[in-house]
């Protein structure tokens, strides 16, 4: 079994910093890719940005030069790193990952709230 554990969620003001992680643990697996996924109130869920083994990434056009998506493959862990936060921003941010015990499988994490807010 594997769990992905998500951190870093909060209040910042407009044009503030946050930094997201997620670690996945367990034993005997194998990640693909990861990605951070977030859904607004009343919204559907939409892609924020991935990363495709160590180095192929993928942004929303929303978040373009704001964002920055990176991988710690010896910890099992990818980290968002969010600057210029807008109010638009506000969402759950999920932490998503392709994960091989026997078959390849999506998994996903709790969530975690970001507020952007004067």
């Known amino acids: 079994q594997v769990q992905l554990v998500e951190s870093g969620g909060g209040l910042v003001q407009p044009g503030g910093s946050l930094r997201l992680s997620c670690a996945a643990s367990?034993?005997?697996?194998?990640?693909?890719?990861m990605a951070w996924y977030r859904q607004a109130p009343g919204k559907q869920r939409e892609l924020v940005a991935a990363v495709i083994g160590d180095t192929t990434t993928t942004y929303a056009d929303s978040v373009k030069d704001r964002f920055t998506i990176s991988r710690d493959n010896a910890k099992n862990t990818v980290y968002l790193q969010m600057n210029s936060l807008k109010p638009e921003d506000t969402a759950v941010y999920y932490c998503?990952?392709?994960?091989?015990?026997?078959?390849?499988?999506?998994?996903w994490g709790q969530g975690t709230q970001v507020t952007v807010s004067s």
């Open positions: 998503y990952a392709d994960i091989l015990i026997t078959t390849w499988e999506p998994y």
């Open positions: 367990g034993s005997s697996f194998s990640i693909r890719a």
